[in-house]
């Protein structure tokens, strides 16, 4: 039994409706709503492992979680749990009929809900159906980004090609000039983009040679240490009195000095261009002799 005040007298005196008057409505809207959540939750499942993220994936999601609130409002209005009454305070002691009261009223919305298999049914699957939305979200957060950045398309023997597919011969090429370079049949892999550069070898210093640089030859990683950006610029600075050699960042003004293993010289990038180790292969072609000397991309948050 529920509970509304007497209009007649603001005291305590409480009239009872019975049950049955309860408003059928909502419990109709309340089973509405957890089937729209439970359909909304499969949607946005459904849309993500087929990749149609762009739009299905937050209607989906937004029709469970909507579902789910408007059903558990609904179905609160159908148990009178909305209804607002006012009793007079009054000392905090309770009489033996008030304490008998209380439990068959909470004995009667026991029954009452467990009576309601269809709605509790409902509500358990909106709920199940709003988790296996989640899963494909949070599985995109994946491992952790050294697990992905450890390992990309450079291997033993790889030709060195670039965005047209030429590979690169040895003794092609002049001094001072820069190109972007691919994994042999795999042009445009964002993570093993490599800018190539030929300086004189005397120009390089004992670490950078003994890390891969080859008959003047020297790759490193496109991917600025920074924040990711692509380090596409080179320039020569031959005013004097030294010539100066730099590959520059233009995102953010990172540079990093070639001839002595990409280490930054300037900007805010923390750390050297991971290099590629090169070699050469029977006919003459530039091959990586491996991966990176290191994850290639900005400093992971364990790395530093």
């Given at each position: ?10 005291g ?11 408003n ?38 937004a ?5 789910i609130g ?7 209005k159908?148990?009178d ?6 009793q ?18 909470v ?25 296996i ?17 450890d ?9 060195l ?12 090429g002049?001094f ?29 210093s ?44 233009p ?21 050297s ?13 530039l ?8 994850p ?9």
């Amino acid at each position: 039994m529920s509970a509304t005040p007497d209009v007649g007298d603001r005291g305590s005196d409480w009239v009872e409706v019975p049950h049955e008057e309860l408003n059928q409505r909502a419990y109709r809207a309340a089973i509405v709503s957890f089937v729209v959540a439970v359909a909304g939750g499969l949607l946005a499942a459904v849309a993500y492992w087929t990749s149609e993220t762009e739009t299905l994936l937050g209607v989906g999601l937004a029709l469970a979680l909507g579902g789910i609130g408007f059903g558990l409002v609904s179905w609160a209005k159908y148990l009178d749990l909305d209804e607002h009454v006012v009793q007079q305070r009054e000392p905090l002691r309770t009489t033996v009929e008030e304490q008998h009261d209380l439990h068959e009223e909470v004995e009667m919305t026991r029954q009452t809900v467990g009576r309601r298999k269809l709605l509790v049914g409902l509500l358990g699957g909106s709920f199940a159906s709003l988790a296996i939305g989640f899963v494909g979200p949070i599985g995109s957060l994946g491992p952790r980004p050294r697990g992905e950045r450890d390992a990309t398309g450079w291997a033993p023997g790889r030709r060195l090609v670039t965005s047209d597919g030429q590979p690169v011969d040895l003794s092609s090429g002049v001094f001072d000039q820069l190109a972007t370079v691919f994994p042999e049949g795999m042009i445009g892999r964002d993570d093993s983009q490599v800018v190539l550069l030929r300086l004189r070898p005397e120009l390089l210093s004992t670490s950078t040679i003994e890390q891969g640089a080859l008959d003047g030859w020297v790759a490193y990683s496109k991917i600025c240490t920074h924040a990711g950006c692509s380090v596409g610029l080179f320039g020569v600075d031959a005013r004097g009195p030294d010539v100066v050699r730099q590959l520059v960042c233009p995102c953010h003004q990172s540079v990093f000095d070639p001839t002595n293993g990409a280490k930054p010289v300037g900007g805010p990038a923390p750390r050297s261009l991971p290099q590629l180790s090169l070699g050469v292969d029977a006919d003459g072609f530039l091959v990586s002799n491996g991966d990176f000397d290191r994850p290639v991309g900005p400093i992971a948050w364990e790395e530093g």
